[in-house]
């Protein structure tokens, strides 16, 4: 008995330090990420833009355009520091071994949609950023799954993502995907498909998925409502999202990668500095992330399930958090597990034009679950919006979720 206790023991120790070793020098997400594609300029990178940046409640900035010298680099990094905000640094502005290890630099940008062509490349550096700065984020964002498969480089998107997400061994998984919301065109259905895929190398492969959604008309890109900003980021949620990134936080110039794609402007602050309506949108949208982050950070996405207008609630939802819901709305449910053994549920209107007031039974005594309150983070008793009709009735404006926990 002894000998087996022994054995059991060394085997035990065996594959802890193998454990160890595999996660040596990885990046750990620490918390929810609210950032942005396009960084403010060189000669904007001062006290007051990063004031405003935080201001908005934006935790992380890519920086990935705005140094244009190493000295760039540093003065960012100061004001990072000033204002509570994390960077992804521009990576090419020195050599890999002197890339910046502050506290406030969380990694460095490889690249932007690489194919499979680029997964060697690509693999390299995040091993070296792993030898190099250990515990730092070696970051890069995948193509779309509405990018030709002759761009992507695989017989599949479902390939692509397993390739980079297991080949890479990377720390995050991140994408864009820009869904068009006009009576013309839907594209919310296929940002969902995307998003599934991401979900699922994500769980697979135990890491964090991040996604960037659109906020400013470009090519037949329309300009997005309040809502469609909001409907996008609580589908992102539902999803498990760990992350969300504002496409774009200032106007790409010329300068900028923009290229001439972007004549109307019209991303949160315009080429020329202004803020535009969609700066108090993403203030308000991120105030009610950073209250909602701690405890999104602490889930683990186990379904998503679809509830259309013509479909039987009660029989799609059997087995989760929910019972039932309203038959006849337009519904996205989230449903999670807690890390410490609570379940979770983010209900979601998917309807990006009008508002919902479903009848929700929980698949627990009422006075046993809870909302997780918007505005200040806290664990909250849930509310009855429309008391006087039968049944629990939850108010969800156009593109909104909440999320509630049971035990």
């Known amino acids: 008995m002894r000998l087996l206790l ?26 929810f990420v609210i950032s942005f594609w396009v960084d403010p300029p060189a000669n904007e990178i001062t006290d007051a833009r990063y004031k405003e940046i935080a201001d908005a409640h934006f935790n992380v900035v890519h920086g990935a355009f705005g140094p244009a010298t190493e000295a760039d680099l540093l003065k960012q990094i100061e ?23 502050d506290p406030a630099v969380w990694g460095y940008h490889l690249v932007d949609e690489p194919g499979m062509g680029g997964l060697p490349d690509v693999k390299e550096k995040v091993a070296k950023v792993r030898e190099l700065h250990p515990g730092k984020l070696a970051y890069f964002n995948l193509l779309p799954d509405y990018a030709p498969l002759t761009w ?71 300009d997005p409502t309040e809502a469609h900003l909001r409907w996008q980021v609580y589908t992102s949620l539902a999803y498990g999202s760990k992350g969300v990134l504002y496409f774009c936080y200032w106007t790409p110039g010329k300068g900028a990668g923009g290229g001439g794609e972007f004549p109307k402007g019209g991303a949160i602050i315009t ?25 999104l950070m602490k889930l683990t996405s186990t379904d998503v399930i679809r509830i259309k207008p013509t479909d039987d609630p009660a029989k799609a939802l059997e087995g989760s958090p929910l019972k039932d819901i309203s038959k006849g709305g337009d519904y996205l449910i989230g449903v999670f597990k807690h890390q410490y053994g609570k379940r979770a549920v983010l209900i979601n209107n998917y309807d990006h034009n ?50 509630f926990l049971l035990p």
């Not at 969609?278 to 203030?283: I, L």
Request: proline share 6%; glycine share 6%; hydrophobic share 35%.
């Open 6 to 31: 022994l054995l059991l023991t060394i085997i035990a120790l065996a594959a802890t330090a193998q454990a160890a070793d595999s996660n040596k020098g990885r990046f750990v997400q620490d918390r």
């Open 152 to 222: 992507i480089g695989a017989k599949s998107y479902d390939e692509y993502i397993e390739r980079f997400a297991k080949d890479t061994a990377c720390d995050v998984l991140c994408m864009d995907y820009y869904p068009m919301m006009t009576p013309t065109a839907d594209g919310r259905d296929g940002y969902c498909n995307n998003l599934a895929v991401m979900r699922k190398w994500s769980v697979e492969c135990g890491i964090p998925h991040w996604n960037f959604f659109n906020t400013m008309p470009f090519g037949p890109h329309h």
């Open 271 to 295: 080429a020329e500095g202004v803020r535009t309506r969609h700066y108090e949108q993403a203030k308000r949208i991120n105030f009610a992330l950073k209250n909602l982050g701690p405890t």
């Open 79 to 101: 004001l990072c520091k000033k204002y509570g905000l994390k960077l992804i640094a521009k990576s090419n502005l020195t050599p890999f071994e002197k890339l910046p290890d």
């Open 354 to 403: 009008y508002t919902s007031w479903p009848t929700v039974e929980f698949a627990a005594p009422l006075d046993k679950v809870v909302e997780i309150d918007k505005s200040t983070g806290k664990r909250i008793p849930v509310r009855d919006d429309s008391p006087e009709m039968k049944g629990l009735q939850l108010s969800l404006d156009a593109g909104e979720g909440r999320l």
